[in-house]
Antibody, heavy 120, light 107 residues
Framework: EVQLVESGGGLVQPGGTLRLSCAAS????????MTWVRQPPGKGLEWVAN????????FYVDAVKGRFTISRDNAKNSLYLQMNSLRAEDTGVYYC?????????????WGQGALVTVSS | EIVMTQSPATLSVSPGERATLSCRAS??????LAWYQQKPGQPPRLLIY???TRATGIPARFSGSGSGTEFTLTISSLQSEDFAIYFC?????????FGGGTKVDIK
């Protein structure tokens, strides 16, 4: 069974940092692109970042470029999101998701999410 | 950036009735469109990809259609477990973007 479990969320002040982790199991993690998608409270979904299997390609939404860094450790079956210079508008649930096995960027499995709250 | 617009924002339907949800792209995304279902407190669940292909385990009452800029998700006979929010997402180019969602609630 595919499982994605996020951790590391919490309350942080504006300008602060936070590192999210996602532990993957039930599939060969190193074979898949992985993704972070976020959802502000009561709102819709926003794609944040993608990372290729070998970390050779990474893509970010403009709103987080230069502040967030996606990374992975295939030996630990883990995905990460380092978030710096956090702003109030970064508040939301952050989901780790697996990209489909074909060549297209839709997401076939999602974690339960980690809540990030940026507030003073 | 491609803007995805979903309508209506809320759809009130009786159990057993048909629901038709719309998703429009600000420019052509070919058939590079997915639909997701999200229930309160849960992550999104993939329903449809490539505009019309049902994901593994998705009941046949869910169907997708369309290409280019106009897409439709149809739920042929609403079951109690189908009351949820539905999002479309294009994956034609970067950045990937989602629609604002359609909430399907009980009439």
């Amino acid at each position: 069974e595919v499982q994605l479990v996020e951790s590391g969320g919490g309350l942080v002040q504006p300008g602060g940092t936070l590192r999210l982790s996602c532990a993957a199991s039930g599939f060969t993690f190193s074979n898949y692109w992985m993704t972070w998608v976020r959802q502000p409270p009561g709102k819709g979904l926003e794609w944040v970042a993608n990372i290729k299997q070998d970390e050779s390609e990474k893509f970010y939404v403009d709103a987080v470029k230069g502040r967030f860094t996606i990374s992975r450790d295939n030996a630990k079956n883990s995905l990460y999101l380092q978030m710096n210079s956090l702003r109030a508008e970064d508040t939301g649930v952050y989901y780790c998701a697996r990209k489909s096995s074909d060549s297209y960027f839709y997401f076939d499995f999602w974690g339960q999410g980690a809540l990030v709250t940026v507030s003073s | 950036e491609i803007v995805m617009t979903q309508s209506p924002a809320t759809l009130s339907v009786s159990p057993g009735e048909r629901a038709t949800l719309s998703c429009r792209a600000s420019q052509s995304v070919s058939s590079n469109l997915a639909w997701y279902q999200q229930k309160p407190g849960q992550p999104p669940r993939l329903l449809i990809y490539r505009a019309s292909t049902r994901a593994t385990g998705i009941p046949a009452r869910f169907s997708g259609s369309g290409s280019g800029t106009e897409f439709t998700l149809t739920i042929s006979s609403l079951q109690s477990e189908d009351f949820a929010i539905y999002f479309c997402q294009h994956y034609n180019n970067w950045p990937l973007t989602f629609g604002g969602g359609t909430k399907v609630d009980i009439k």
